[in-house]
């Protein structure tokens, strides 16, 4: 047998590296952890994305705050100013040199790269292996984000959505772009085979990450994300190819679906990250909720040394999640509607508060007056049943 350890994190992505982060800087800082990745070099391949009150996590290595959403719908751009919840875009490539950096440093955490092949629990001992082709550690949990719950099947899932999308970043000469300003939305309405839309980070005036975004069971060829921002650079910016330079592409696929949270992938191996079911349904977005799990996990070590993450929703925002889901996926053009209606008819920090889950029942039913009622009313209607289930 290889090393014992008290805590074991199996990858080193956001979920991994977050929890790593929230055990340094905590009382556990002592105890003996082992992170293992199948590659632990830090890539500039993902642009965490959120919105925060207050100071955000990672704050020393925010790549860029805006203080200021742009929603474009049917060619009406409108922006509106956050107050309480700044949107923030934190770069991989940062997080990952900055939390590897600490581990190398510290004498009681290890680093290994290497693949996980499986797990073994073992209750009686109170504690779970963790295999690779070549070696086998011990320790008193296991936190993954490698491996799906074995639990979930597809057949289960009843709206198997995902949020798919390929960016460019990209730099031009002369300057254009209102970098004070992010386009969180500017949807693409020729697409009606789901929900179609433009994201836009803009680092500078002259440079930016430019992500054409699909909210579908279907995944598109790469040609195709590329020819729509093609397309919006020219009708937009009037920009030609010869006029930018794509230095970097960036290309994912989120889940969005009514996926049952399953905790426990065995016994004294917990599930972290999106393996977790933490995506939230009806945005994709997950960077918070694991932000929030680490801190829950690394909260309940101390307390009673066994964690038991709380759920990331309660019951009134399953329901929104799931009555959302229905209508993006039965009926795209319904959903364009409730969006357009939601950013019209409600403040930006009402919205990102909402959607934080973070309001009460009273700002709810605002927001909700502010949609059209009937589509909800067939969705309450239609996934009364599934909500039990989930
Ligand atoms: C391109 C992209 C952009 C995103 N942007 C946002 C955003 O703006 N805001 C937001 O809230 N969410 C965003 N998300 C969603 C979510 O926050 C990210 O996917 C996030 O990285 C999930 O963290 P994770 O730890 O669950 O998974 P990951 O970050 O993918 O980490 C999993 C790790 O496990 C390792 N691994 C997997 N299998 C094995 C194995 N068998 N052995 C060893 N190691 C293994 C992988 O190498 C990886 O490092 C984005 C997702 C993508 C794909």
Not at 24 to 36: E, F, G, Q, W, Y
Not at 313 to 319: D, E
């Amino acid at each position: 047998m290889d090393p014992e350890y008290d805590y074991i994190i199996a990858g080193g992505g956001a979920s991994g590296l977050s929890l790593a982060w929230q055990l340094l800087n905590s009382p556990l800082k002592d105890r003996k952890v082992l992170i293992v990745d199948a590659d632990l070099t830090p890539k500039n391949d993902k642009t965490w994305c959120f919105w925060h009150p207050g100071i955000p996590p990672f704050s020393d290595i925010i790549h860029k705050k805006w203080s200021s959403i742009e929603i474009g719908i049917s060619n009406d751009h409108f922006s509106q100013q956050v107050e309480q919840y700044p949107y923030y875009g934190l770069r991989s490539i940062d997080l990952k040199q900055k939390v590897l950096k600490a581990i190398r440093d510290h004498a009681h955490f290890d680093l290994l790269e290497s693949s996980v092949v499986k797990f073994t629990s073992l209750p009686s001992e109170q504690s779970a292996l963790l295999h690779t082709e070549d070696a086998t550690f011990k320790a008193s949990y296991i936190f993954q984000s490698c491996f799906a719950p074995t639990e979930i099947h597809k057949s289960d899932i009843c709206y198997p959505l995902k949020q798919h999308f390929l960016g460019w970043e990209l730099t031009i000469d002369t300057p254009l772009f209102d970098d004070s300003t992010c386009t969180l939305m500017d949807f693409d309405e020729s697409f009606t085979d789901g929900v179609a839309f433009m994201y836009i980070l803009p680092w500078r005036a002259t440079s930016g990450l430019f992500e054409y975004t699909v909210f579908s069971d279907q995944l598109l060829s790469k040609e195709f994300y590329e020819e729509k921002i093609r397309l919006y650079l020219h009708n937009r910016y009037n920009l030609r190819p010869i006029d930018y330079e794509v230095t970097r592409r960036e290309y994912g696929v989120i889940p969005m679906q009514d996926q049952p949270v399953i905790s426990w992938y065995k016994p004294r191996i917990l599930n972290i990250g999106t393996q977790g079911g933490l995506t939230k349904p009806s945005t994709g977005y997950t960077f918070t909720r694991i932000q929030n799990q680490a801190k829950a996990i690394v909260d309940q070590l101390i307390a009673n040394g066994s964690p038991e993450p709380p759920s990331p929703s309660n019951l009134r925002f399953k329901a929104y999640d799931l009555w959302l889901l229905h209508i993006l996926y039965n009926h795209p053009a319904e959903a364009r509607q409730i969006f357009h209606d939601l950013f019209k008819g409600n403040s930006m920090d009402q919205v990102f508060k909402f959607l934080n889950e973070d309001t009460t029942l009273m700002e709810d039913l605002k927001i909700m007056g502010s949609l059209p009622y009937r589509p909800f009313l067939k969705a309450l209607w239609a996934t009364r049943k599934r909500l039990q289930e989930i």
